[in-house]
């Protein structure tokens, strides 16, 4: 069983920085890739870039590029997903996802962290 537990989220000021953490209990991680998504109150959840096995780093969201990066600890079965400059329309529950490809459609990941609620005032 692959668990994974999201930590990191707070309450922030606009041009504050942020690292969310996902932790993987898995029996080998480094077999995993994952995904970070995000959803915002009444809105759908989006993808908000992953990370493979090899540790190659894809991040996609077009309003966060050049602000958020996504690395790995393999040796800490932790993966991060580092937040600079955050924006009030950056507010969003964030998620982290496994499995054993990384995808953009969420409906592709098995296994799923309880979400860090990520706020970001004006």
């Known amino acids: 069983q692959v668990q994974l537990v999201e930590s990191g989220g707070g309450l922030v000021h606009t041009g504050d920085s942020l690292r969310l953490s996902c932790a993987v209990s898995?029996?080998?991680?480094?077999?995993?890739?994952v995904g970070w998504f995000r959803q915002a109150l009444g809105k759908e959840r989006e993808y908000v870039g992953s990370?493979?096995?090899?540790?190659?780093?894809?991040v996609l969201l077009g309003s966060v590029w050049g602000r958020f990066t996504i690395s790995r600890d393999n040796a800490k079965n932790t993966v991060y997903l580092q937040m600079n400059d955050l924006k009030p329309d950056d507010t969003a529950v964030y998620y982290c996802a496994a499995d054993r490809f990384v995808r953009q459609n969420s409906n592709e990941y098995t296994y799923w962290g309880q979400g860090t609620q990520v706020t970001v005032s004006s």
């Open positions: 990370i493979d096995w090899r540790g190659a780093a894809t």
């Open positions: 898995a029996g080998t991680f480094s077999n995993y890739g």
